[in-house]
């Protein structure tokens, strides 16, 4: 009899471990994805997409203007000069993704925009 009772004890002990280690692991997965959160708002994390930008062609680098983007970020067109030709750039988005208006410019080969 007692060793049943030294059994059911382990076993209790056993679980009440593994529920304390998926409690915790809980716990920090929810700090983790709460800080990356964070840093994405805050526009720490770089999203590089290859878009269709609208903008006129002698835009100078490091020029800021106001943007939109139309359609989903999976394939983006960016709007900065309503009638000026289209072409393909690489464009970093830093802020978060759910956002239509941007501040851009451009940099070098490409335009670095934040979520206003």
């Known amino acids: 009899m007692l060793q049943r009772a030294g059994m059911r004890e382990k076993a209790f002990r056993a679980v009440s471990l593994v529920v304390s280690v ?15 959160e964070l840093a994405d708002h805050m526009g720490w994390i770089v999203h590089p997409r290859e878009a269709t930008v609208r903008a006129v062609k002698d835009w100078p680098a490091g020029e ?4 939109t ?11 900065c000069d309503q009638g000026a030709e289209e072409r393909k750039v690489r464009v970093e988005f830093r802020g978060s993704l759910h ?3 941007w501040e ?11 979520a206003k």
């Open 64 to 67: 800021e203007k106001s943007c």
């Open 99 to 101: 956002a239509k208006a």
């Open 22 to 36: 998926a409690i915790a692991v809980g716990i920090a997965l929810g700090i983790v994805a709460g800080a990356m």
């Open 104 to 114: 851009c410019a451009p940099g070098g080969e490409q335009v670095e925009c934040k």
């Open 69 to 79: 983007v139309l359609g989903d970020l999976r394939a983006p067109e960016l709007v």
